[in-house]
């Protein structure tokens, strides 16, 4: 799904070519030329997590596990997966990649999948 997606929106046929397409437009509205992704630079992912604001007691902070609205609409890290293994796949390295939401609990349902798939990238959460 995610890779017809990127694919689609880029008019790219790979999914390479299409993140390829995505950071070249990126950088040029940035003002950082017309140039691709660069091995070194990082990347940052904000997931939607808005059932997990901290402020809002669906999250023991003291165990970061659920207390209730398991089934809310958040980022759900099979989504975060396979944007983990297109960047990937894409050739940007797991230690460049930051998956953040600042004002969320990243809770262990959600942080042992991603973080047993992908051990390298950084996760934040509002506990740093």
């Not at 689609?8 to 509205?29: D, I, K, M, P, Y």
């Not at 609409?73 to 460049?96: I, K, S, Y």
Request: charged share 20%; with cysteine.
């Amino acid at each position: 799904m995610l890779a017809r997606c990127v694919s689609e929106l880029t008019g790219e046929s790979t999914v390479g070519g299409a993140w390829a397409r995505l950071f070249r437009h990126f950088n040029q509205s940035s003002g950082k030329g017309d140039v691709g992704y660069r091995a070194g630079e990082k990347v940052a992912i904000k997931p939607n997590w808005v059932g997990l604001i901290y402020l809002e007691g669906h999250v023991s902070t003291e165990t970061y596990r659920f207390i209730r609205r398991h089934d809310y609409m958040n980022t759900a890290p099979q989504m975060l997966l396979a944007v983990l293994h297109q960047l990937t796949g894409a050739g940007v390295r797991q230690e460049d990649i930051t998956i953040c939401d600042t004002l969320a609990c990243l809770v262990h349902e959600y942080y042992d999948i991603l973080h047993g798939a992908f051990p390298e990238v950084r996760y934040e959460d509002c506990a740093g």
